[in-house]
């Protein structure tokens, strides 16, 4: 059986950067708040905790003196006030991917344009977003764009992680709702990378395993979007969720993960299908 792992799958730098910086953080500080999970993987979360991070709902919860790390997918501006009038100690966790999206949705604003986020209604990185301007609209779907009223002009962002087929969709929505219509594709690359990747792996393997948290809305698109190609498609958030039987009279499996998902996790899972082929040869 030939495994295919893609090239990209895993952790992006904005992720990876935020682990690296919450893990340094507890070395020099000893215990850090964090204002929510850094980001949404059970395993990484875990791992965070026995080093001494630990996970609050609100700032009030934090000892007074005890660092807050801002998480990578962006903070609220309500948050950040909140913290800068305690004057706490802020450990900015930011992808700068999601930061530059702040700074669109600032300049959309700026040309008095309604702005529109196409994203996912309550995800963090979204809630963000929205926060930066007044009366943001947050559209999700293409029949949730066409329930708009007409508007003279606005502007439009999109949650990194939205798939390109979406937002395309919507976009063509908004475009018979919207007079002046300016869309800004803020869409990260590392996720139209892995989008891209998945779409050929599907396409040339027997089964796909996609690893990454069922609260990760980036590992549920990936999942998604290789279940239109290949309907031999499985998400699984460890090892434990594999299933031999899957893999019965299969010669090429393809692996991706979301981007919440760390590299040992896909090393595991690697090699516990590998496991199950030596053990279907036997047969």
């Known amino acids: 059986?030939?495994?295919?792992?893609?090239?990209?799958?895993?952790?992006?730098?904005?992720?990876?950067?935020?682990?690296?910086?919450?893990?340094?953080?507890?070395?020099?500080?000893?215990?850090?708040?964090?204002?929510?999970?850094?980001?949404?993987?059970?395993?990484?979360?875990?791992?965070?905790?026995?080093?001494?991070?630990?996970?609050?709902?609100?700032?009030?919860?934090?000892?007074?003196?005890?660092?807050?790390?801002?998480?990578?997918?962006?903070?609220?501006?309500?948050?950040?006030?909140?913290?800068?009038?305690?004057n706490m100690n802020i450990i900015d966790a930011t992808c700068p991917l999601v930061r530059e999206i702040h700074d669109e949705v600032r300049k959309l604003a700026e040309e008095n344009r309604p702005?529109?986020?196409?994203?996912?209604?309550?995800?963090?990185?979204?809630?963000?977003?929205?926060s930066q301007v007044d009366n943001?609209?947050?559209?999700?779907?293409?029949?949730?764009?066409?329930?708009?009223?007409?508007?003279?002009?606005?502007?439009?962002?999109s949650q990194s992680t939205q798939t390109i087929e979406n937002v395309q969709a919507i976009i063509n929505v908004l475009m018979t709702k919207v007079y002046d219509l300016r869309f800004v594709n803020t869409i990260c690359f590392p996720t139209k990378r892995n989008q891209a990747q998945i779409k050929e792996l599907a396409n040339k393997?027997?089964?796909?395993?996609?690893?990454?948290?069922?609260?990760?809305?980036?590992?549920?698109?990936?999942?998604?979007?290789?279940k239109r190609i290949n309907s031999n498609t499985h998400q699984v958030n460890s090892t434990g969720e594999l299933k031999e039987e899957w893999f019965v009279n299969t010669d090429t499996v393809?692996?991706?993960?979301?981007?919440?998902?760390?590299?040992y996790l896909i090393e595991e899972v690697r090699e516990r299908i590998e496991s199950f082929s030596e053990k279907l040869q036997e047969v």
């Open 136 to 157: 943001v609209i947050v559209v999700s779907t293409p029949k949730e764009a066409e329930g708009l009223r007409k508007m003279k002009r606005a502007g439009v962002v």
């Open 115 to 130: 702005v529109i986020v196409i994203g996912d209604h309550g995800h963090d990185e979204v809630v963000g977003i929205a």
């Open 205 to 226: 393997c027997d089964v796909m395993i996609i690893i990454g948290s069922f609260t990760s809305a980036n590992s549920k698109r990936l999942e998604q979007l290789s």
């Open 254 to 263: 393809g692996i991706s993960a979301g981007a919440s998902t760390p590299d």
């Open 1 to 86: 059986m030939k495994i295919i792992i893609a090239k990209d799958a895993g952790y992006c730098f904005g992720v990876r950067d935020a682990v690296n910086l919450a893990y340094d953080s507890t070395k020099k500080h000893g215990d850090v708040y964090m204002l929510g999970t850094i980001v949404h993987n059970e395993r990484v979360v875990q791992d965070l905790s026995d080093a001494g991070t630990k996970v609050v709902k609100k700032l009030s919860e934090v000892p007074e003196d005890s660092p807050i790390l801002f998480r990578a997918h962006g903070t609220a501006n309500t948050v950040w006030d909140e913290a800068k009038d305690q």
